[in-house]
């Protein structure tokens, strides 16, 4: 388990179909191929991390931001996620705008989430990488509930069970990607369920209802009360539905980082713990994510990250 240190540094925007990624990269070579990088456990590191400085990264949204906004404590930049039987490369804040997996379209009537329809696929299957997520944004109401009604089997209604919904964009999704999707071509993946810290009962604080005193991750491996349910839909969808996705399997290890979200330190008002802040936990996922290309890569070359896609992280 050897580590070498990267040199490449990098801090570049791409866009592509209305979506953007950020990536401020520090890359080094992976080691240990046949570990479950997903588990394993946070552990302090004062020298490697962060691995970088937000002030310098001009590209982070207001969400995201916590130094800037005013977060004070330094310790949660400084933990490295370390799975049990390797190390991981080092690599890109990446984060995206957000976005429904499947089709909001206009009709004369108004906004509707279309389960069934999944056009920008046509632009997708053209790169190299896919990274896929949707989750939080099923839950939104009121203004920040970008359609007005759900078409579902050819019916339109004006809402419904909104983890029925998502399950079937997801289930529309996966047979999207087993019909449309070269495997050969592109790889494509999907990051599992970004968990928030809302209810301390989760992790053994009962009656704490936000993350604001949080400055520690937990210690070990496993959360008290689990994975959420969407979590457990997304791997049984990936497991019976698809071949070729590679499941981004980040919901635990996030789970124990009640510390890293940006609580009041953010760009809007209020209490936020279920963005992340950057530097910070997003890291890792894209730690985890290079170690799957590299760990797939058959001549060990590193990919071109510019030609990365991505979908939301909100
Ligand atoms: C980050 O960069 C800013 C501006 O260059 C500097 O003032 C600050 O001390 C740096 N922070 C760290 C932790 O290096
Ligand atoms: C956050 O939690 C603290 C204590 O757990 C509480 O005093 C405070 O009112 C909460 N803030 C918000 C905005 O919910
Ligand atoms: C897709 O996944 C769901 C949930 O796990 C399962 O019920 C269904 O049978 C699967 N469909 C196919 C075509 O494999």
């Known amino acids: 388990m050897k580590r070498d240190r990267g040199t490449l540094c990098s801090c570049g925007v791409v866009v592509a179909a209305a979506l953007y990624v950020v990536l401020c990269s520090t890359i080094s070579v992976v080691s240990g191929n046949n570990c479950n990088v997903y588990e394993g456990e946070w552990v302090y590191d004062d020298e490697t991390y962060p691995l970088f400085n937000s002030t ?45 997996l499947v089709d909001i379209e206009m009709e004369e009537f108004g906004r509707v989430l279309k ?8 632009i997708w299957k053209r790169f190299d990488v896919l990274v ?23 019916i339109i209604v004006e809402d419904m069970d909104r983890t029925i919904a998502f399950t079937k964009a997801l289930m529309r999704w996966a047979k999207w990607v087993e019909s449309d999707v070269d495997p050969y071509k592109t790889k494509v993946f ?14 053994n604080e009962p009656g704490v209802r936000n993350c604001s005193k949080e400055t520690r ?24 539905n698809t071949t070729s996705v590679h499941l981004l399997d980040i919901t635990t290890l996030s789970q124990l980082r009640k510390d890293g979200h940006p609580g009041t330190h953010n760009g809007y008002k209020g209490m936020d713990c279920t963005h992340w802040c950057v530097a910070g936990v997003p ?25 990365y896609f991505t979908s939301d992280y909100l």
């Open 56 to 100: 310098r990264c001009p590209f982070i949204r207001k969400e995201f931001d916590c130094s800037k906004y005013g977060r004070s404590d330094h310790h949660y930049l400084h933990y490295r996620w370390q799975p049990n039987g390797c190390d991981l490369p080092r690599i890109s804040v990446a984060y995206f705008s957000s976005h429904y």
């Open 115 to 122: 389960l069934g329809s999944l056009k920008s696929g046509e």
């Open 132 to 154: 896929f997520n949707t989750w939080l944004w099923w839950h939104r109401r009121g203004i920040k509930q970008p359609w007005d009604y759900i078409e579902d089997e050819g």
């Open 190 to 203: 999907f990051r599992g369920v970004s968990p928030a810290h809302y209810r301390g009962e989760e992790w």
């Open 217 to 240: 991750p937990m210690t070990g491996s496993s959360y008290p009360s689990g994975e959420p349910l969407a979590a457990k839909i997304v791997k049984d969808i990936l497991s019976s």
């Open 283 to 307: 890291d890792t996922w894209n730690h985890l994510l290079y170690t799957q290309l590299l760990q797939q890569d058959q001549n060990g070359d590193a990919p071109d990250p510019y030609n």
